[in-house]
């Protein structure tokens, strides 16, 4: 179901009961409310199509333009004015506040939690259970991780947490748990291995703490 002035291309498909705003684009090869792995396997066990198949979709606001091979899952909700790349993908359970940009082929493996007026560049990857509050940007190609001991110990994931106005540079790494603070700059290629407080930078492999330069003393403008 969708409203009204919104184009949604023949090549697209939309799954489970998937609602969309106004004035909304949708261009070629979009799915939208993809079943979750749990909800596939139901299906996929009734010997069912998914197009037969009652089950929560996804929740699109107003303004969206998602353009060519993006995918997002069932049980994703996003806010006004959200825009994808190409072939970005977002998974199940991921809620996506106003004025959000997913770029092109970024992934974003669901469980995760994106406030407003958020920039997130191409080819990132957000791993389950991060958190990322209002007026985020984060650069071309940065990596967050969310397992200590991948595939070494019991997977309790826990991702990094971004706190509002935080800049995450392009090609930076932020391993699992770790919270950067309110205003807080991460250098592009850094490895942050620790938390980094409100409003200062951190730079350098593995990263360290610096005073913030005083024309970044201000909030992202997204």
Known sequence: MHGINSHIHSSARI?????????????????????QHD?????????????????????IGDGAFIRAGTTI????STGDLFRTGHNAMIRERTGIG???????????????SIGN???????????????IEDN???????VLA?????VRGEYVPEGPVLRKGATIGAN????????????????AGALVTKDVPAWKLAIGCPAKIRELPDRMQCINRI
């Open 98 to 112: 106003d004025n959000v940009l997913v770029g092109t082929n970024v992934i974003i493996d669901g469980n995760v």
């Open 172 to 187: 930076a790494t932020l391993l699992p748990g770790v919270e950067v603070g309110e205003g807080a700059v991460v250098a």
């Open 73 to 76: 899952f069932s049980n994703v």
């Open 136 to 142: 985020v940007f984060i650069g071309p190609c940065a």
């Open 39 to 59: 909800i596939l396997q139901q299906i996929l066990a009734k010997g069912r199509k998914i197009e037969d198949f009652e089950f929560p979709g996804c929740h």
């Open 15 to 35: 799954y489970g009961s998937t609602t969309m705003g106004n004035n909304c684009t949708v261009m070629e090869d979009v799915i939208l409310g993809y079943p």
């Open 117 to 131: 007026n958020v920039s997130i560049q191409g080819n990132v990857y957000i791993p389950t259970h991060v958190t």
């Open 146 to 150: 969310n397992d200590r001991y991948p």
